[in-house]
């Protein structure tokens, strides 16, 4: 196949990057769900490392969420979530720093019952991504120590 082809001159990061715009659509680039996918499979398939790996399978799960969303699919969002969890659980930082942002933003929504368990994740995914030095976690971490998401409020760690 040509596409797979060029994809293996092509770095990982541009092939997921492109294969957003496809999917979204952009002026250079009409919306193309179908090539989308194509792209993210060959650059699977020419992945050189994990962390090329881990980037590609997390745009897919993205894709995939967006897609859910747009089609009303519950399935569809729920195995793309469970492929982020996936890679959360494998230590994909970029993961786990979308994960914990969501799980913080949609904890308000979540029954009552499963709140403090999303709110410990949350601070956790984050926490995490923050001891790797992920600098755009430190935000989002210093939000829940100052909102007590995930725990206690806590003004001097939000602050510092």
Known sequence: ????????????????????????????????????????????????????LNQTQFSIAQLKKVEAVESGKPQLLKEANNELSVLCKEDYVVAKFAMGKELMKINKKANPSVQKQMELLSRQYLSECAANSYAPSYYYLGMAYEQGIGGSVDKKQAEG
Do not use: W
């Open 1 to 52: 196949d040509t596409m797979a082809r060029v994809a293996a001159y092509v770095p990982t990061k541009i092939l997921c990057r492109l294969a957003v715009r496809m999917f979204i659509g952009t002026h250079v680039f009409p919306k193309n769900r179908d090539m989308a996918f194509k792209l993210l499979d060959a650059a699977a398939v020419n992945s050189r490392s994990l962390e090329q």
